[in-house]
């Protein structure tokens, strides 16, 4: 993939916006306390597009959401010593950390599509709520929280309907 820093699992993540612009976070299972968008790895030979689309649905259940626009670079952050030995054993790598290519979708139906446990995929999240940006970026674990900064204040133009088209 085009941009991918070498030594960072490729990965997508959503910033999910509702009609208000609140941003749809979850606490992970393993990790009570920590808030996150969605995110997930990309398959290979999977555009980060459609490995979007299949993470969304995978943990949270929603289909009913239009990519609006998407941060033009790979982010990275590294994992914490105790982070990278459990995922590399799981993921079977050797990785420094994540690049994330970032998408920002809009809700376009209610939220009662919303299901963590949908069977798609193993469930990830406890429970979910709507939050504002700035109190996104306060509940990111600190390894995540530069991202957060980053994901928000690029994509914090176009939650308000500025047009965008494909890439920015």
């Given at each position: 993939?085009?941009?991918?820093?070498?030594?960072?699992?490729?990965?997508?993540?959503?910033c999910?916006?509702?009609?208000?612009?609140?941003?749809?976070?979850?606490?992970?299972?393993?990790?009570?306390g920590?808030?996150?968008?969605?995110?997930?790895?990309?398959?290979d030979?999977?555009?980060?597009?459609?490995?979007?689309?299949?993470?969304?649905?995978?943990?949270?259940g929603?289909?009913?959401?239009?990519?609006?626009?998407?941060?033009?670079?790979?982010?990275?952050?590294?994992?914490?010593?105790?982070?990278?030995?459990?995922?590399?054993?799981?993921?079977?790598g050797?990785?420094?950390?994540?690049?994330?290519?970032?998408?920002?979708?809009?809700?376009?139906?209610?939220?009662?599509?919303?299901?963590?446990?949908?069977?798609?995929?193993?469930?990830?999240?406890?429970e979910?709520?709507?939050a504002?940006?700035?109190?996104?970026i306060?509940?990111?674990?600190?390894?995540?929280?530069?991202?957060?900064?980053?994901v928000i204040?690029?994509?914090?133009?176009?939650?308000?309907?500025?047009?965008?088209?494909?890439?920015?």
């Open positions: 993939m085009e941009g991918l820093p070498s030594g960072y699992r490729p990965n997508v993540g959503i999910l916006i509702n009609s208000e612009n609140q941003v749809f976070v979850a606490s992970r299972l393993n990790l009570p920590a808030w996150q968008m969605p995110q997930g790895g990309i398959e030979g999977e555009e980060p597009r459609s490995a979007a689309r299949r993470q969304l649905q995978e943990e949270t929603i289909v009913s959401a239009e990519i609006i626009a998407e941060v033009p670079d790979w982010l990275t952050y590294d994992f914490p010593p105790a982070v990278k030995a459990k995922v590399n054993r799981l993921w079977g050797e990785w420094h950390g994540q690049a994330t290519k970032w998408f920002l979708m809009r809700l376009t139906k209610d939220d009662s599509e919303v299901n963590l446990d949908s069977g798609a995929a193993d469930h990830e999240f406890s979910w709520t709507w504002d940006p700035e109190e996104v306060e509940q990111a674990v600190d390894y995540k929280r530069p991202t957060y900064e980053e204040g690029t994509l914090m133009p176009y939650f308000n309907g500025k047009e965008a088209s494909g890439k920015m």
